[in-house]
């Protein structure tokens, strides 16, 4: 299926624009949620911080420029149109940017717990969901840009073990006394850095999906 859609893609230039902005997109979105997660760990000065805060706009920005060729192109093409290379299209880029929208939720924490999160320091469970979601953003990118459909199968395949079940736990624990982490606010803290783990790991395994699986099953797992 992907070599017909890259084909397609590759015959139009809008299409072939969206495309390439998509991937700049993706690769966007990791080095602000490598540099948010730093920030996280680090403290960081807030007039530093709220700069980073802004990268989200770039984002938002990409989406729109994508959202806009490809809206062009089915216009333009309407008899003859590949609507299904326009959904996937749009599917990822809609991913793409709630990625941005999440991370942007991590600098927020970043800006309002100053104590700052060293994953290791805190919960090896959160440290290991830390490390998955940096490797899975690396491997996204790399499934994208080769379709690799053995790489975009794994990902699928672990995230509920390594991502979701995992950060589903810290939660639990927290609400339920098990795990305090010193005290209300760093148990608050520690439990949105969790959550907003597992959504970025749910909008990757989306955009692994859109390699892996057919349009109507974008974004599902078996």
Do not use: C
Not at 20 to 34: A, C, G, R, V, W
Not at 58 to 74: A, G
């Amino acid at each position: 299926m992907w070599k017909t859609i890259l084909k397609i893609w590759t015959s139009n230039s809008l299409l072939e624009q969206a495309w390439t902005q998509s991937i700049e997109m993706l690769k966007l979105s990791n080095d602000f949620f490598n540099q948010s997660v730093d920030s996280l760990r680090g403290g960081g000065d807030t007039k530093e911080l709220l700069k980073l805060k802004r990268r989200d706009k770039e984002i938002n920005q990409f989406q729109v420029e994508v959202r806009k060729k490809i809206m062009t192109y089915l216009y333009h093409h309407a008899d003859g149109a590949d609507v299904n290379s326009g959904v996937i299209l749009l599917n990822m880029v809609v991913d793409i940017e709630r990625l941005g929208d999440y991370t942007k939720n991590i600098l927020d924490l970043a800006l309002n717990f100053k104590k700052g999160i060293r994953s290791e320091d805190i919960s090896e469970e959160l440290n290991a969901i830390e490390s998955k979601v940096r490797d899975r953003f690396k491997k996204t990118i790399e499934v994208v840009e080769t379709q690799d459909e053995t790489l975009g199968e794994s990902l699928l395949e672990t995230f509920r073990e390594d991502i979701s079940r995992a950060s589903d736990k810290i939660v639990d624990d927290i609400l339920t006394g098990v795990q305090t982490f010193e005290g209300g606010d760093r148990s608050t803290a520690v439990a949105l850095y969790a959550r907003y783990l597992k959504r970025i790991g749910s909008h990757l395994k989306n955009i692994a999906s859109t390699i892996v699986n057919p349009t109507d099953q974008i974004g599902f797992i078996d």
